[in-house]
Nanobody, 124 residues
């Protein structure tokens, strides 16, 4: 069992940066693949980034590649999403998720545990 809690969201201007954090509880945290997803008003939840348990492999949506960086610290049970060069279209609720890392981590159905989300709003 894993419980997730996101933090770090807020209101920023286009071009600014934010770092989202996800705190995980559960003794098996280090064995999970971790992902970030987002959902804008009126839109479906979409994949943003994912990382293997070891941190050795990462995946990104094309829309954020080169601007966002996912990382994890298993000793602290934390996952991070560094977001640079933010755009108004990045505005959404951002969710942290945990799943079996042998699943396809770009898919929503690969994740078993979800946080409550944190709002990111980027003004133009």
């Amino acid at each position: 069992q894993v419980q997730l809690a996101e933090s770090g969201g807020g209101l920023v201007q286009a071009g600014d940066s934010l770092r989202l954090s996800c705190a995980a509880s559960g003794r098996t945290f280090s064995s999970y693949g971790m992902g970030w997803f987002r959902q804008a008003p009126g839109k479906e939840r979409e994949f943003v980034a994912a990382i293997y348990w070891s941190g050795s492999t990462t995946f990104y949506a094309d829309s954020v590649k080169g601007r966002f960086t996912i990382s994890r610290d298993n000793s602290k049970r934390m996952v991070y999403l560094q977001m640079n060069s933010l755009k108004p279209e990045d505005t959404a609720v951002y969710y942290c998720a945990a799943g079996d890392q042998y699943n396809i981590l770009t898919l929503i159905r690969s994740y078993d545990y979800w946080g409550q989300g944190t709002q990111v709003t980027v003004s133009s």
